[in-house]
C-alpha cells in the first residue's frame, strides 16, 4: 500500500471516527452522570449503580452510532439484534480494560491507585476503544453495500 493510498483511507475514515468519538464522549458522559446519580441520592449499592449505568451509556453509544455515525447504512440485522452485538462488543471492551488492570496490578504487582487508572483508564481504554471502534465497524454496522435514499459514497457522517 502506498503512502497516498494510507492517507486517502485515513482522510476517508475521518468523519466516520469523529462521529464515533462524538457518540462515544455523550455515553461517557451519560453513564458517568447516572452512576453519580445512582450511587449519591438514590443510594444504590456500586455494582448494581454501575451495571445500571453501563447499559445506559450502550444505549447512549448505540443511538449516536445508529442514528448518527452509520445512519445512512442499510442494516443488515434488525436493529434488536444489532443493539446486542453492539452490547457485546462493549462488554469485550469493558473485558479488556479489567484484564489491563488484573495484569498491571497481579501479574506486575504496581498496585497503587495511580497504577489502577493508568492501567485501566489509560492503556485499557484506548485498547478497548479500538476493540470497539473496530467491532462497531464490522461487526454491528456491517452493511449490505446500500445506502437508505443516498446516492452510494456520497453520505456523510453527523459531523461532516
Not at 443511538?63 to 443488515?76: C, Q, S, V, W
Not at 444489532?82 to 479489567?98: D, E, K, T
Amino acid at each position: 500500500m502506498s503512502v497516498t493510498s494510507l492517507r486517502v483511507r485515513l482522510r476517508a475514515l475521518g468523519p466516520e471516527l469523529l462521529g464515533f468519538a462524538a457518540a462515544g464522549i455523550c455515553a461517557y458522559a451519560a453513564d458517568l452522570g447516572l452512576f453519580i446519580w445512582l450511587r449519591g441520592p438514590v443510594g444504590l449499592d456500586p455494582l448494581t449503580a454501575k451495571s445500571l449505568s453501563f447499559v445506559a451509556g450502550c444505549s447512549v453509544a448505540y443511538a449516536g452510532n445508529a442514528l448518527g455515525t452509520y445512519r445512512g447504512k442499510t442494516a443488515e440485522i434488525s436493529r434488536l439484534r444489532q443493539y446486542a452485538v453492539f452490547f457485546a462488543v462493549n462488554i469485550a471492551g469493558a473485558l479488556v480494560q479489567l484484564l489491563c488492570i488484573a495484569v498491571s496490578h497481579y501479574g506486575l504487582g504496581h498496585t497503587s491507585q495511580r497504577a489502577d487508572t493508568v492501567s485501566g483508564a489509560g492503556i485499557g481504554m484506548a485498547l478497548a476503544t479500538v476493540l470497539r471502534f473496530w467491532g462497531t465497524r464490522t461487526l454491528v454496522f456491517r452493511t449490505t453495500g446500500r445506502t437508505t435514499g443516498r446516492t452510494p459514497g456520497t453520505e456523510a457522517s453527523w459531523t461532516g
